[in-house]
């Protein structure tokens, strides 16, 4: 028993030795690991304060890149604004000059236009003003003598109208006129007569005669007067009238187809 117990022990010891020396190299591999790591890890800690500070320089120098391009885009803006309002002038003065140049073309055909007119004229240009003021005056006084010549005609045409209507009426009461005093000629005759009641119809009217109720009528018969006739009733083409036996000559009849007249003519 003995002697397997020392077997085993010496085993044991001989493996805890052999694990031990395993361990060992394993433990001086991971130190030399650790070691290399470490430096590594410096390194990189190194590498990583270096590249923080670039960072930093460059996130500082990023903002002041950002601050510069502001200051450029603002200078940028107002440069554009500048150039913008630039040519907004220069296009103005090139209106303007275009416009000068059409008026000083224009002057100089006027001043051809005026110099043809001038010609044979033997008037100073330095008098030119005081001569167009002179002709102005003259212009001025003509026209108010035109106004007032235009005045006198307007008055003298509406008194031409006036006269020209006056002579209308007058015309027209000419013509009236003619026609009552042609009326007033007209010869009426008695067309029918009645004896009991003294009363006679005479084919003068208001349409064909001057006859009114005032109307004296004259009864003739072969040139001679037999009497009168009193109105009693007008129609348009007869008229009613008694007989006025006061002034009814002796012996005498009034009959159809006797020839009566007015006593007085009317003028209007």
Known sequence: MKAIFY???ILVIGASTYFSFVNKAKLEDEMSTFKKTEGTNQNVSAAI???QKNLDDTTEALGGAKK???ELSSTKENEEAKARSTMAAIEKYEA??????AK???FEELQKRVEDMMKGINIPVAQLPDEIEKLDNKRKALQKEFEELEIIIMGLT????TNREELGRQ?????EMRQRIARNAMKGRITAVDPVWGFVVVNLGQKNSNIDAQSDLLVYRDGKFLGRLDIQSIEPTQSIS????????????ICPGDTVILAKTAGR
């Open 7 to 9: 077997i085993l022990s």
């Open 49 to 51: 304060k270096t590249t």
């Open 68 to 70: 510069v391009n502001a």
């Open 96 to 101: 303007e000059i275009e416009d000068h140049d």
């Open 104 to 106: 000083l073309v224009e």
């Open 158 to 161: 509406k008194n031409v109208s």
């Open 171 to 175: 015309g027209e009461r000419l013509v």
């Open 242 to 253: 008694d007989i006025d036996l006061k002034n009814l000559r002796p012996g005498q009849r």
